[in-house]
Every structure is written in C-alpha cells, then in structure tokens.
Nanobody
C-alpha cells in the first residue's frame, strides 16, 4: 500500500510562483511514476504533469514552459514548480502515484488548493 500527501498550495497573484510537493510513503518501491492532476470547479480532473522513476516527463499543453515537474527518488517526493501562474490555473491539485503492476489502482492524495488572483 502507498500513501501520498501533497503540500505547498496557497494564494498567489497572477504571474507569481508556487511549488507543490508530493511525498509517497509505504511500499514506494512499487511506484512507477508520479504526477499531478488538477480539478477546477465544474470541470473534470485533468492531467498536468507526470514523471517516471527514470526521469521522463510529460506536460499538458496548457502548462508547457511554465510548470516543471521533478522527482527526488531518495525522498520519494515529486515537486511541481509553477511559474507564470494564471487565474485559469486555479484548481485543487492532486498528486498521483502509478504502480508498476498495471492491475493495481493508482494512489491519490487529498489535494491542495491553488488560487491565482488576477
């Protein structure tokens, strides 16, 4: 079993920056990739960025060039550096851990609120 916990959300003005952290605990050797999703009110949850244990990254088009995902495998922690924040980035951000075994469910954190004011 894996538990994930996010931190680092808050309120920031447009153009500002925030860094989110996601720490996994438990059977962390079973994790293949970690990522961030977000969900704004009235909208579906969407993928923002992901990173594999080998460091391969993927980003949503809407955040490319502004957000950077990184991972410290020794600390079982993934980070999301968010620069150039826009009001449309306002959402609850969720950390996601994907297990190596495909028949196991993904693990989710409780979410952290990011609010960008104009």
């Amino acid at each position: 079993q894996v538990q994930v916990a996010e931190s680092g959300g808050g309120v920031v003005q447009a153009g500002g920056s925030l860094r989110l952290s996601c720490t996994a605990s438990g059977s962390t050797s079973s994790i293949k990739a970690m990522g961030w999703y977000r969900q704004a009110p009235g909208l579906q949850r969407e993928s923002v960025a992901s990173i594999t244990s080998g460091g391969t990254t993927k980003y949503a088009d809407s955040v490319k060039g502004r957000f950077t995902i990184s991972r410290d495998n020794a600390k079982n922690t993934a980070y999301l550096q968010m620069d150039g924040l826009r009001p449309e980035d306002t959402a609850v951000y969720y950390c996601n851990a994907v297990p190596h075994l495909p028949w196991l469910p993904n693990y989710w954190g409780q979410g952290t609120q990011v609010t960008v004011s104009s």
